[in-house]
């Protein structure tokens, strides 16, 4: 009876942490308007589904957007009906799915480390992971479907194949491929490929070949469940723009200058994931050292029954979930940050079992010293980083309003470094590692009360402009505008349909058109047309920095009520 009361206590507390984790990722989705197009055009799309009707296939600007399945189209919308269209709404979804990777993550952990905590808590804190989580995008749950592919397969791995393997793997894939396309399919087969030729039939999963191909169909066949519907009702445009046009391209172009075509650029990208890496993973980063030495300690079983539990089966499980995608997304000409975000999970059980090692008496020399080079390495430039923060805002106008935010999350590193250096010096690895969990869910609570606020006013004027015209706009209105594009208009005008105008002749065609009309237009091609065009008055003008190209932009809403005089 007491052990089983300690272990609910215990489960308890895990789940409560659990809570007020997914708390603070609420917290930041709900402090700052869509930051990126991305965000903007899932979000918008989500709202038109919801205003439509039309649950089949999604649409940007009432016209089809087929760049990406329909689940997360769905998911948003459905989130949108219950609680409107605020970001929260659109953000939530994200939320749940890392809250579902973290939670994976630490069951996966747990098999071979005896806990999950600290692999879990290092997914719940690494930067890019809680950045897709708390943005409206496919990220977060194409890798909560991915992970939970894989996740059976460790099943498998450590107690052998059971017949809901396959059921539970082939829905997984079904739903990565509904939220993201092939990708959903592509990584967790390739991973777990990889895994079972690295193991040579060591493992218990050995005999899971069969069943995997099985589960990778089932999957193909929830996906085609909803796409040839969908391909149908658009009459072949989605499977024609998405996959016959779409997927080469992503391939072998740099989409929207993702990546350098050509193949010097393609050369001189080479390293960019290992930076991706290197950064997405802070402060995690730092402990990456020690994993080498850490699968020659005791701290895991290394008798032959248990090979594929032991230090030698984890580093072959690891290899297997981690190389496939980083050698896959490298040869891509596409590069962009999330599409690494897969192997993030895998690292933070490296590292939480690299942890677990730093404990092994055998290990801790080795590791310690490890450890002191990394922070010397790692330290100075967070020194250089948080003196700039403190300081920068005083001195150089352009980021005057980060003073605050500025001066706390300086000061926090800066009295973190020291905390940490006497941690890794007296080799109390796994105490300095927990203060770095927390002093990351500090960090993260500090951007959503100072930081992200104060953004709000100065980098988004599109945002600030929308809500500020919102509600003198007539419904009937038509909204166009004039040397700018920017989708997070749409969202934030309610869904309505844009009108983008590049030359004079067609903005007077348009502007001779009756009815009320607003139109918004970018002051750097001021000097193109009359301000304000006759019959309009201004109601906003909005300065600030363009999220997309980080340049400084100047937008004014014109409006005309009723008939063109």
Request: charged letters at 10%; glycine letters at 8%; proline letters at 7%.
């Amino acid at each position: 009876m007491p052990f089983e009361t300690a272990r609910r206590r215990k489960l308890a507390v895990v789940l409560i942490v659990c809570l007020c984790v997914w708390a603070l990722w609420l917290f930041l989705a709900s402090q700052s308007t869509l930051w990126d197009r991305d965000e903007a055009r899932y979000a918008t799309a989500a709202l038109e589904m919801s205003n439509s009707g039309n649950w089949l296939y999604p649409t940007f600007n009432h016209e089809l957007r087929p760049f990406k399945p329909v689940l997360v189209y769905w998911l948003m919308a459905a989130s949108i009906e219950v609680l409107g269209p605020t970001e929260l709404a659109v953000r939530l979804i994200s939320t749940l799915a890392l809250l579902g990777v973290c939670v994976i993550t630490g069951l996966i952990a747990r098999q071979f480390l005896g806990s999950g905590r600290m692999a879990a808590i290092i997914a719940a804190t690494s930067p890019i992971l809680v950045l897709n989580g708390v943005a409206a995008t496919t990220d977060a749950t194409l890798l909560a479907f991915v992970l939970m592919a894989e996740g059976v397969f460790v099943h498998a791995w450590l107690h052998g194949p059971r017949k809901w393997h396959v059921p539970v793997m082939g829905a997984a894939i079904g739903l990565a491929m509904l939220t993201k396309g092939p990708v959903g399919l592509a990584v967790p087969i390739l991973s777990i490929a990889a895994t079972l030729v690295l193991a040579r039939g060591r493992s218990q999963a050995g005999p899971f070949a069969l069943r995997l191909t099985c589960a990778a169909a089932l999957g193909v066949l929830i996906f085609l469940a909803w796409g040839i519907p969908a391909n149908l009702a658009t009459s072949g445009e989605f499977w024609r723009i998405a996959i016959a046009e779409g997927l080469p391209k992503y391939m072998f172009s740099a989409m929207e200058n993702h990546g350098g075509e050509g193949f010097l650029p393609f050369l001189l990208h080479l390293p960019y994931y290992p930076v991706v890496l290197a950064l997405g993973f802070l402060p995690w980063t730092m402990y990456l050292p020690m994993v080498p030495g850490s699968f020659h300690s005791d701290h895991l079983p290394t008798n032959a029954h248990d090979w594929a539990r032991g230090p030698q089966g984890l580093k072959t499980l690891l290899t297997g979930m981690i190389l496939p995608t980083m050698i896959l997304m490298t040869l891509l000409v596409s590069k962009l940050p999330h599409y690494i975000q897969p192997v993030f999970p895998w690292l933070a059980i490296m590292v939480a079992s690299a942890l677990a090692a730093s404990g092994d008496c055998a290990s801790t020399k080795l590791l310690t010293r490890r450890m002191r080079v990394s922070f010397l390495i790692f330290g100075i430039p967070g020194l250089l980083l948080g003196l700039a923060l403190v300081a920068l805002p005083w001195f150089w106008p352009a980021v005057s309003a980060f003073r605050v935010g500025g001066a706390v999350i300086g000061l926090l590193a800066l009295g973190l470094l020291p905390v940490l250096g006497f941690c890794f010096w007296r080799g109390q690895i796994q105490m300095a590692a927990k203060i770095h969990a927390v002093a990351v869910l500090v960090f993260l609570l500090v951007l959503g009360v100072f930081v992200l606020p104060v953004l709000e006013g100065h980098a988004k004027p599109a945002q600030t402009l929308a809500r500020d015209v919102q509600n003198q706009i007539p419904i009937d209105a038509e909204v166009a505008t004039y040397g700018w594009r920017e989708p997070g208009m749409h969202f934030y005008l309610g869904a309505r349909q844009l009108y983008f105008i590049y030359d004079p002749l067609s903005l007077e065609k348009w502007l001779s058109g009756s009815g009320p009309k607003t139109l918004i237009v970018n002051e750097d091609h001021a000097g193109e047309i009359e301000l304000p065009p006759k019959g309009f008055r201004q109601i906003s003008s909005q300065r600030g920095w363009n999220v997309v190209n980080g340049k400084q932009i100047q937008l004014s809403a014109f409006l005309r009520n009723g008939t063109k005089n």
